[in-house]
């Protein structure tokens, strides 16, 4: 049955949502500082510029979103100079529409392109567009022209420059530490999903792994980046720098190993389940959830941490199936191998213990060596990535009808040209501000724009409220100091936490700050009006204007995923025999890739729900999809791990397996692409590993063959439903 309110439902939940970090109150007292003490500062001297100062100020402590110091540096720079050339663009075109309204189309297209450069490019793009716009709406007057008005900017931005990076410096390695803490914190989260999803199986043959793997993927991603900036820039490396790059590596490697244990026990039937046995399992996931915690807490701390015991291995696993061998070989098989990779995993923590022990006492410890694992080889130091592309080539690739960034300038630049002619035409009292609003609304996703212009809304109505409340109770200039100077921490402290609650303090401090001379509260109900307006154009220019639908981007994602886990397969399968650190090494590289094909693959389902009409067929479809895949991989993964159990005689069986796996692989990522059913699946994908178990491959193999080839059949079937757009069969009608 249809649901028309569906994905309103789904628009108003994620709206609502709160993010998982906490609120940034460093960065909202930095950011108070950079804004009100211009605004003090010119009323006590006299000098006038009061607004475009703090609002020099405001820009660079928004553009500031932590990270290695260099960049930071580099970002805010940016953001002043370029705020500064808009100044001057903008209020020397302000009061000549013929010539704003092209003019603001250039600002624009030009400025949104520069998402394409990540988070620094979406700074000070955003940035230079809205100092624009407001230059552009607020007419010079005697002795306040462009280039005095844009040494104001300038100085605000300088200021906040000075107060983030001289006043209040930052440690030259918190962004890297606090990284790779996230990451230990993402993997306890995930172990104690797996520790809870075991015991709630164990009477009952449904079995789906925790989806919170994306989360994982993600976290080990940002350590990687933030030890990647945070090593530019200088001129050698460090010993702290290198133990974190290990820790950062234990953390890939421990999350494999849980993945593998909740593989090897999900692999067992539950009337073949051992209660003793899976009691060991649950207490050692327990005993991991706790350590990666402590892990994570040591990782953050500056000062000499306690000592991380790790009390975990897998002694009592092999303990509790002891007399279970003779009862049911096959799943003791599988507890012996949740066993070993207890073992193997509790070797990676307790060189994980050394090294942050080592972290945190300065130059007196050595980073571990293979020796002192016991066998297990050391993590090995990432590799920075490829040098990226030049401008040059970055831009050439953007400026084509393909490119969704093109699009997406194009689509900012033409409703936020007629949200500056609409104002104009309407004589709107501050107009300008609903410009402002399309620009932040604007998204390059429909289903993500219109979950901003929610936020905005609410944010701004709310807000709105607050400063009429706060109109009636404070005349003193003094107050409205200190109001402006809790508004503005406020808002800058929230936004990570949730952009609509961002919004709410946002309202106030732009009444108090950008209109502090007009003494007027009413602005706030102009301020609601002007946001009720751009709400409308954006979600319009969304949904009219070349709309970049996620139901026609997610296949390519599925695909990926797809061909990732064909490439990895193929890749296990080829080193099967090799235990060197090299085949390590590019088996890492491998599950990392297919990580970061999943988490796009489930990211651009999750923008879907929020454009969905209501037909759940092909959205049951691509659930299922993303379900299996995750198990495809963590099928993988554990036959990865096996590597080190069988000692060779499997390897030929192995291939002429994955040499038909690959190809149904292959067709299925093609049948996705081309919107086309799959091939039938071959009787040889059975026949494999039927063949496999004739030829004495080893019970472990044997099953790791059969889950496979299960696992792919399930794939074939939901992606033979989602071309077709047909609901899976378990899904309400």
């Known amino acids: 049955m249809r649901r028309p ?48 100062t703090s609002l020099g100020g405001f820009n660079g402590a928004l553009a500031d979103r932590g990270g290695p110091y260099r960049t930071r540096a580099m970002t805010m720079s940016a953001v002043a100079l370029c705020c500064a050339g808009a100044m001057v663009i903008g209020t020397l075109a302000s009061g000549h529409i013929a010539l704003a309204i092209p003019l603001t189309f250039a600002v624009a297209f030009a400025t949104c392109l520069g998402r394409a450069w990540g988070t620094p490019g979406v700074s000070v793009g955003g940035a230079t567009l809205t100092t624009f716009v407001i230059a552009l709406a607020v007419p010079a007057s005697a002795g306040d022209g462009a280039f005095l008005r844009a040494g104001y900017e300038m100085a605000g931005g300088l200021w906040a420059m000075a107060v983030a990076l001289v006043v209040w ?59 990647t900036q945070s090593r530019r820039g200088r001129p050698g490396t460090s010993g702290r720098e290198e133990r974190l790059v290990v820790l950062g590596e234990i953390v890939d490697q421990l999350f494999a190993h849980v993945v593998a244990i909740a593989e090897a026990i999900d692999s067992i039937h539950a009337v073949a389940r051992v209660s003793s046995a899976d009691a060991a399992v649950g207490t050692a996931l327990d005993d991991i959830t706790r350590t990666a915690h402590a892990l994570a807490g040591a990782v953050e701390t500056e000062g000499e941490p306690e000592p991380i015991a790790v009390p975990w291995n897998g002694d009592a696993l092999r303990g509790a199936i002891a007399g279970a061998i003779a009862a049911d070989p096959a799943a003791a098989v599988h507890y012996q191998q949740a066993a070993a990779v207890l073992d193997r995993g509790a070797q990676y923590a307790g060189v994980a213990s050394v090294t942050v022990a080592a972290l945190n006492a300065g130059h007196g410890a050595a980073s571990p060596t293979p020796a002192d694992i016991a066998g297990v ?63 932040v609304i604007l998204q390059p996703y429909t289903g993500v724009t219109a979950q901003r212009a929610l936020q905005r809304v609410v944010g701004t109505v709310l807000g709105g409220l607050l400063t009429a409340a706060l109109g009636a109770l404070f005349h003193d200039p003094r107050a409205i100091l200190v109001l402006s100077f809790v508004f503005a921490a406020a808002c800058v402290a929230l936004l990570p936490v949730n952009y609509a609650a961002f919004s709410i303090f946002l309202t106030p401090t732009f009444v108090l700050l950008a209109e502090a001379s007009a003494g007027d509260w009413h602005l706030a109900s102009i301020r609601v009006l002007n946001t ?46 090799d235990r060197s650190e090299a085949a390590g090494r590019a088996l890492r590289g491998s599950r990392r890739r297919i990580g970061l094909a999943t988490v796009n693959a489930e990211e651009s389902f999750q923008r879907l729900l929020g454009e969905s009409s209501g037909s759940g067929g092909r959205l049951a479809s691509a659930m299922t999809f993303l379900t299996y895949t995750r198990r495809l991989t963590a099928s993988i993964a554990a036959l990865a791990l096996a590597r080190h159990s069988e000692q060779g005689g499997g390897s030929d069986g192995l291939r002429r397996f994955t040499d038909t796996a ?36 080893p019970p472990l193999l044997r099953a790791r063959l059969d889950r496979l080839a299960r696992q792919i059949r399930l794939l074939h079937d939901a992606i033979g439903r989602w071309t077709l757009g047909e609901p899976d069969p378990a899904s309400p009608p």
Do not use: C
């Open 532 to 577: 009720l307006l751009g709400g409308a154009l954006a979600l319009a220019g969304s949904r009219l204007l070349w709309p970049s639908p996620e139901k026609t981007r997610l296949p390519g994602f599925m695909a990926a995923a797809l061909h990732a886990n064909r490439e990895y397969l193929a890749a296990v399968v080829a080193l099967f025999d």
């Open 377 to 439: 080889p050391a993590a090995a130091v990432i590799s920075e990535p490829d040098e990226p592309d030049s401008a040059l080539t970055t831009l050439r690739a953007m400026l084509s009808w393909d490119s969704l960034i093109f699009r997406y300038a194009l689509r900012v630049a033409v409703v936020t040209a007629l949200a500056v002619a609409l104002g104009d035409a309407l004589g709107l009292k501050r107009g300008y501000w609903m410009t402002i609003t399309v620009i």
């Open 169 to 227: 410096p930052l440690q030259p390695y918190r962004p890297a530490r606090l990284a790779v803490a996230q990451s230990y914190r993402a993997l306890a989260a995930y172990a104690a999903d797996v520790a809870l999803h075991l015991r709630a199986t164990l009477d009952t043959d449904t079995s789906e792994l925790p989806a919170g793997s994306a989360a994982v993927r993600t976290a080990l991603e940002d350590a990687r980046l933030a030890l």
């Open 5 to 52: 309110l569906g994905p309103t439902l789904h628009t108003v939940r994620a709206a609502t949502a709160l993010a998982r970090p906490r609120p940034a109150y460093a960065a909202g007292l930095r950011a108070a500082v950079a804004t009100v003490v211009p605004l003090m500062a010119a009323q006590v001297l006299g000098t006038g510029g009061a607004t475009w």
């Open 662 to 697: 690959t190809g149904v692989l292959a067709d299925l990522a093609e049948s996705i692409e081309g919107g086309r059913a799959p091939a039938p699946l071959p009787s040889a994908l059975a026949s494999e590993a039927a063949r496999a178990r004739e030829a004495g491959l």
